[in-house]
């Protein structure tokens, strides 16, 4: 039996380019596996050497000592309040800015697209001082308002940027004939613009809830109370002067990605759909 010319060489890059990807994704999902593994082993299985990739024994130990610290609860009021509260204003800001930047002229739009996206390149590490300064002086230092507010200045510029483009690419016709049918201009933007930004507004909102839950720095610099502090700084009670619990550690991270993946989970179409088209059109 003779391979068809042509089809041998395809198939042997196409099974090449499959094993390479599975081999990528391996790498990439291991530390979330080994993250996973040493949340439910005992603890004597945790410092095994050499390290079992596969746990002898599941436990819930590590969840229930987590779940038990006396901050836990109120850190996730915290981190809630936080994630949507960012979330909310950078949507609701970022659409009328982004609505304004692609439907109207006027002047200094251009240096005001070139002014959201040099924002977006500035290091977070040079803005810290200026912030807590700025936070200080206003009185909004160790206040979840504060937090929320030095976000929305990382989180708004993109936000503005991925509608811009989705706005850009509705037919500005389509508005016009609903005006013409007795809509004013809000109501054409809320009856025929709004529902078609949906992808895009599910992808901002869910870029603006990971950058708010996951930062770290920012939010250990600008709160000092233990019950309003957030998720990831409540991680660090696990590493004190005996150690580090790794077990306790592992587990709390588990529980403070769970919100956010399950999000994606159930929204990671839609995200991807609207990263391609509000990236190209614009």
Same mark, same amino acid.
């Given at each position: 039996m003779t391979t068809a010319p042509g089809t041998g060489t395809p198939r042997r890059h196409r099974a090449a380019a499959n094993a390479l990807g599975l081999v990528v994704s391996a790498l990439l999902a291991f530390p979330l596996y080994w993250m996973l593994l040493t949340a439910f082993r005992p603890a004597t299985e945790i410092h095994a050497d050499p390290p079992h990739f596969w746990p002898d024994h599941l436990t819930l130990e590590h969840f229930r000592r987590a779940l038990a610290t006396p901050t836990f609860w109120s850190?996730? !009021?915290?981190?809630?309040?936080?994630?949507?509260?960012?979330?909310?204003?950078?949507l609701l800001i970022g659409t009328l800015a982004a609505f304004a930047l692609a439907r109207f002229a006027f002047a200094g739009r251009k240096a005001l697209v070139l002014v959201i996206l040099g924002v977006q390149m500035i290091p977070l590490a040079g803005l810290i001082i200026p912030v807590y300064l700025l936070l200080s002086d206003a009185g909004l230092t160790d206040s979840l308002a504060g937090?929320?507010?030095?976000?929305l200045v990382f989180t708004l510029p993109f936000t503005v940027w991925l509608l811009r483009g989705f706005?850009?690419?509705?037919?500005?016709?389509?508005?016009?004939?609903?005006?013409?049918?007795?809509?004013? !201009?809000?109501g054409a933007f809320r009856r025929v613009v709004l529902p078609l930004l949906a992808p895009g507004l599910v992808a901002t909102s869910i870029y603006a809830l990971v950058q708010a839950w996951n930062e770290y720095v920012l939010a250990y610099v600008l709160l000092s109370s233990n019950d309003k502090q957030t998720l990831s700084i409540w991680l660090m009670s696990f590493q004190t002067s005996f150690g580090t619990d790794y077990g306790g550690l592992m587990a709390g991270a588990t529980l403070t990605a769970l919100p956010v993946a399950v999000f994606f989970a159930l929204v990671q179409r839609r995200i991807a759909a609207g990263l391609t088209t509000g990236a190209v059109k614009g």
């Open positions: 850190n996730v !009021r915290a981190s809630v309040l936080i994630g949507a509260g960012t979330v909310l204003i950078s937090v929320i507010l030095t976000y706005i850009a690419a509705v037919p500005v016709e389509l508005e016009e004939a609903a005006m013409t049918d007795g809509c004013t !201009r809000l």
